[in-house]
């Protein structure tokens, strides 16, 4: 096996004090007989990044849509520093996969939706905290263009943005980079990891891109097929210091990418 | 502090501007050498003659003209116009709230849905010798002839552009804590304003054929006199001047609704048709 990827079992992971976010116990069914996840136990530590990362429908998007509050469990919590929850909070922020944006809204309206909506500070501070944020994910200039003037990667960049304004400290992010092409998702790769140095988020983020999460995660939580069971936990512990060329050279990178893919190949036939 | 380059993708030059001719707009511009197609069309059509019941535009204007003058069509429409607005109204008011609330409460939708889709489905024209039993031939027959067609139009299209609001976008507003009311205002009904603003036209419209089949079919009166008047006595470009201040009158009402659909519901349709 190889040194750079440590496997845990599930359960030494879930409850530690430093967990932003706990999930315990999770089974989740659709209707009566879609058994779509299966007693998940996890814990996603503070100021990491960790990401899903398992094949088509074996339960990614269910259980993000279960942290955020928008899915009901079958049996199981969510806990958020070590409370449970039920239903949406401030400390979580979602970033959709199709960009979820106001069509008759401008970038900015979209960017200050979330704070319109808990009614932080007066109209003009929103617009204050928005054109910040806009500014912060390169989108300066667009604030009163509509989601129909803009690219797919723009919108997405609108999506984070307003996920970034409510100023939640757990990102949710399903696929956010899968409706651009192979340059701009690097870029936003590198982006996102500069953003979360600098604001301090953490963050859990589903990809189908193996080379993706090995890429940005701390920890990456690999599922099996429906119903979804965590099938290992592996910390990449790549070294963020070196240039992305670098790292992405590294032997540690390229033997965690060539293990994971040796995991998920067998669900394959 | 700008922690991304704006290294933002480039979009194809300046968003397509539309061309100018003759100093308008493309589009309005075409527009207007349709609707002068479509005239010149019907004064061919009237000198071949296709039909002796059938005049030319230009003596159909004519006959407008006359009317216009002599106010007999102002008068008609005095007529006509009371049960059409309150008609046109009460649906409006009442068919956008009951199909909003069909398609946000199951209950709401159980019991309205049989109702609106037996009206839509069953045919008024043959139904609105009936009202008189119920209401007689006076103001509140024409009403509710007006209604009759109107409303289940009205009603079907605003439960359907509810419940086929966005569902990405709810669940947005819900993970940004939206209450039920902020979802509601903030993302369902602007999400189906364009559905029901169109079904608005489409009932408003209706509505003008229901005023027409009652004035024709129950109380010979208003514009509907006009034309079955003139058309009982042949002449010909009377009735169809009648029929075209119809239609006229129904193509602005309905461009009035565009209007103000796009400046308090939809203003990202204002920039680039
Ligand atoms: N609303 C629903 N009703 C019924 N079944 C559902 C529903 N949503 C998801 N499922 C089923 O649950 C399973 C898990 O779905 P989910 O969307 O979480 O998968 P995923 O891992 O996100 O897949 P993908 O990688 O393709 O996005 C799938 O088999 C799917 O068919
Ligand atoms: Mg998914």
């Known amino acids: 096996m190889s040194t750079a990827a440590v496997a845990q079992m599930p359960d030494q992971n879930a409850s530690t004090e430093d967990n932003i976010v706990e999930v315990r116990n999770i089974t989740k069914y659709y209707g009566e007989d879609i058994h779509a996840l299966d007693s998940i136990n996890l814990g996603f530590p503070t100021g990491q990044m960790t990401t899903l990362l398992g094949p088509s429908g074996c339960g990614k998007t269910t259980l993000l849509k279960i ?17 449970p929850v039920f239903g949406p909070g401030p400390e979580r922020a979602f970033v959709f996969q199709d960009f979820a944006l ?7 309206e979209n960017v200050g939706f979330g704070l319109e909506l808990t009614n932080k500070g007066t109209k003009p501070e929103r617009e204050e905290k928005a054109k910040h944020y806009i500014n912060e994910v390169g989108l300066g200039g667009f604030e009163y263009k509509y989601p129909h003037e803009l690219s797919g990667g723009m919108r997405q960049r609108v999506g984070l943005a307003r996920a970034l304004a409510v100023n939640a400290e757990v990102l949710l992010m399903d696929e956010p980079f899968s409706a651009v092409d192979e340059q701009t998702r690097r870029k936003f790769q590198e982006d996102l990891l500069y953003l979360l140095a600098n604001e301090k988020k953490s963050v859990i983020f589903v990809t189908h891109s193996i080379e993706e999460a090995v890429y940005v995660s701390d920890q990456i939580v690999l599922l099996s097929p429906r119903p979804g069971r965590i099938h290992s936990i592996i910390r990449p512990e790549i070294s963020r210091d070196s240039t992305p060329d670098e790292i992405r050279r590294d032997k540690r990178y390229l033997d965690t990418v060539e293990e994971i893919w040796t995991n998920l190949r067998k669900y394959l036939d | 502090m700008s922690a ?18 003759l100093g308008m707009t493309d589009t309005l511009f075409y527009r207007i050498v349709s609707v002068f197609a479509l005239f010149a069309i019907w004064e061919i059509a009237g000198r071949i003659p296709i039909s002796v019941a059938f005049p030319t535009f ?12 002599d106010g007999r069509m102002f008068n008609a429409y005095a007529e006509t116009l009371k049960p059409l607005a309150v008609g046109v109204s009460i649906s409006a008011v009442f068919g956008v709230a009951i199909g909003v609330g069909m398609g946000l409460n199951r209950l709401m939708q159980w019991f309205w849905e049989p109702i609106f889709v037996v009206l839509q489905a069953s045919p008024v024209a043959a139904l609105i010798p009936l009202i008189t039993y119920a209401y007689g031939i006076g103001l509140t027959a024409k009403t509710v002839a007006v209604i009759m067609l109107a409303a289940p139009i009205i009603v079907l299209n605003s439960y359907k552009a509810v419940r086929n609001a966005n569902p990405s976008l709810i669940q947005m507003c819900q993970s940004f804590q939206g209450t039920r009311f902020q979802v509601i205002w903030q993302v369902i009904i602007p999400s189906a304003a364009p559905v029901i603003f169109a079904g608005l036209r489409l009932g408003v419209a209706a509505g003008f054929i229901g005023v027409i089949l009652a004035e024709l079919l129950i109380t010979p009166t208003g514009v509907g006199d006009l034309i079955s008047y003139h058309r009982s006595v042949a002449e010909y470009q009377y ?35």
């Open chain 1, 102 to 108: 106001l069509p008759w809204a401008t970038v900015i």
């Open chain 2, 58 to 69: 230009s003596s159909t204007m004519g006959a407008l003209w006359d009317m216009i003058l």
């Open chain 2, 239 to 273: 009735m169809y001047a009648a029929v075209f201040t119809v239609i006229l009158f129904s193509a602005i009402m309905v461009g009035l609704l565009e209007v103000a659909e796009v400046k308090y519901f939809r203003p990202e349709k204002k920039k680039g048709h």
């Open chain 2, 4 to 21: 991304v380059a704006p290294s933002v993708d480039k979009i194809s030059g300046p968003t397509k501007k539309s061309e100018k001719i």
């Open chain 1, 67 to 83: 942290i955020a509050g928008l899915l009901e469990t079958t049996e199981g919590e969510v806990l958020i520093h070590g409370k």
